[in-house]
Nanobody
Framework: QVQLVESGGGLVQPGGSLRLSCKASGTLSSQNTMAWYRQAPGKERELIAQALSNGLINYVDSMKGRFTISRDNAKNTVYLQMNSLKPEDTAVYYC??????????WGQGTQVTVSS
């Protein structure tokens, strides 16, 4: 089993920044993909970016520019740096890990609220 623990969420003013962290533990494959998603109230969960264990990084086009994903394989941790935050970025942010075998695992989510 895989456990994912997110941290770093909170309340931030518009234009501010936050850095989210997600640490994975448990039975981890040497090859996996860690990703960040978010789910706003009343909306479906959406992908932000992926960071593969081989170093490749993918962003959803609409998320490019203000969000930066990175990972530390030695720490089994993925990060999401979020800058110039807007009220519409308010959501629960989830970390996901894909590997074979095992499928997809989810963290519990961390709330990000952008408000003045």
């Amino acid at each position: 089993q895989v456990q994912l623990v997110e941290s770093g969420g909170g309340l931030v003013q518009p234009g501010g920044s936050l850095r989210l962290s997600c640490k994975a533990s448990g039975t981890l494959s040497s090859q996996n993909t860690m990703a960040w998603y978010r789910q706003a109230p009343g909306k479906e969960r959406e992908l932000i970016a992926q960071a593969l264990s081989n170093g490749l990084i993918n962003y959803v086009d609409s998320m490019k520019g203000r969000f930066t994903i990175s990972r530390d394989n030695a720490k089994n941790t993925v990060y999401l740096q979020m800058n110039s935050l807007k009220p519409e970025d308010t959501a629960v942010y989830y970390c996901g890990l894909d590997q074979i075998p095992g499928g997809r695992s989810w963290g519990q989510g961390t709330q990000v609220t952008v408000s003045s």
